[in-house]
């Protein structure tokens, strides 16, 4: 899901580290054909919009985005305005959540031929403090080759005081909505908390998480000093982001603008690996060796990331429900 991240500045280990803190035991997740998972997924898809609630709604949006990883370029393109149908309705019964308006404007970026304006707008009026709003916006300045927009997008971007794209309220809300519907979903999908858990976190991050190439290509092309102040500020905001993945491409962005050899580069280097070994110890550490515990463990990791919007943070209570330090042994720094 991170392909399109990853085509400048060296970024394959985003796909590993990003990915640290947000499995939940992959190996306790049913492996039926993806044909029948994908039947499973629309059919809790059907349930959760025939209920017409928003949150079931903004559930039903998103599982109805994701479809199997062989599907074509016009299957991927139909599901996408799809998925954007259902999240308009939910939008509009609820336009004062901003993960609601997220994933609308972010399925409107997916869907061809979708202008953005209106739901990038909303997004801004809902959330004016997330860079991450103007993501989208920047991506079609850059796709109109238009330096100036671009200039003025970054520099707006900047300003923002957070980096959110609601990876875990997202995957909460999904959860609540399918647990609620658990006894009309197909007989084999998602029989336990654990397994309902993983899927929803899995679907959330492909759903919310965009593509950073936008942002990536132009802060490398910083060739003027206001861009690369701008590009610098907002690597510093995306460092302190809601998603891992936006974290470490805020280091990214920094360390590329970052002389080499110098003290900035080493605290760079060091917070990032701080960051990677919180990610990879709070997940070994919340994997349960015995199987029935398994559902408790998964029951627990909702209810942080259901107080904690931030991934980084439910990495570190996980830490230190499990007593294990937060900072890594010397021979890992």
């Known amino acids: 899901m991170f392909k399109r991240f990853i085509q400048d500045l060296s970024l394959s280990w985003l796909i590993v580290a990003s990915a640290l803190c947000v499995n939940v035991a992959d190996a306790a997740r049913?492996?039926?054909?993806?044909?029948?998972y994908s039947a499973w997924r629309a059919a809790a898809a059907r349930a959760l919009e025939a209920r017409g609630d928003a949150r079931s709604l903004a559930a039903a949006s998103a599982l109805a985005f994701v479809g199997p990883p062989s599907r074509s370029k016009m299957d991927t393109a139909r599901a996408a305005a799809a998925a954007l149908d259902i999240a308009v309705r939910a939008s509009e019964l609820e336009p004062n959540d901003p993960a609601t308006?997220?994933?609308?404007?972010?399925l409107c970026s997916d869907a061809p031929g979708c202008d953005i304006r209106d739901a990038a707008t909303t997004m801004r009026w809902v959330d004016a403090d997330n860079g991450a709003a103007w993501l989208p916006t920047l991506a079609e300045a850059q796709r109109d080759k238009d330096t100036v927009q671009v200039d003025r997008v970054l520099a707006d971007m900047?300003?923002?005081?957070?980096?959110?794209?609601?990876?875990n309220r997202v995957a909460v809300m999904m959860f609540d909505a399918l647990k609620r519907i658990r006894t009309q979903l197909p007989p084999k999908y998602l029989q336990s908390d654990l397994t309902r858990l993983t899927e929803t976190m899995d679907i959330a991050g492909e759903v919310v998480i965009p593509s950073?190439?936008?942002v990536i290509n132009a802060c490398r092309e910083a060739a003027t000093m206001v861009r690369r102040e701008a590009c610098l500020n907002l690597s510093k905001t995306m460092q302190k982001a809601d998603a891992v993945i936006a974290q470490l491409v805020g280091f990214a962005i920094e360390k590329r603008l970052t002389p080499a050899d110098s003290k900035e580069m080493r605290l760079i280097a060091e917070r990032r690996r701080l960051l990677e070994w919180r990610a990879a110890s709070a997940n070994i550490s919340d994997t349960p060796l015995l199987p029935w515990l398994r559902n408790a463990r998964a029951r627990s990791r909702l209810a942080k990331m259901r107080a904690m919007p931030r991934e980084e943070d439910v990495c570190i209570a996980l830490l230190k429900e499990h007593g294990i330090p937060l900072d890594p042994p010397e021979e890992h720094r």
């Not at 049913?30 to 029948?36: F, H, I, L, Q, V």
């Not at 308006?101 to 972010?106: N, S």
């Not at 900047?158 to 990876?167: P, S, T, V």
């Open 212 to 214: 950073f190439s936008p």
């Open 30 to 36: 049913p492996k039926p054909e993806a044909d029948n």
């Open 158 to 167: 900047a300003e923002g005081m957070r980096f959110d794209l609601y990876g």
């Open 101 to 106: 308006a997220w994933l609308r404007l972010k």
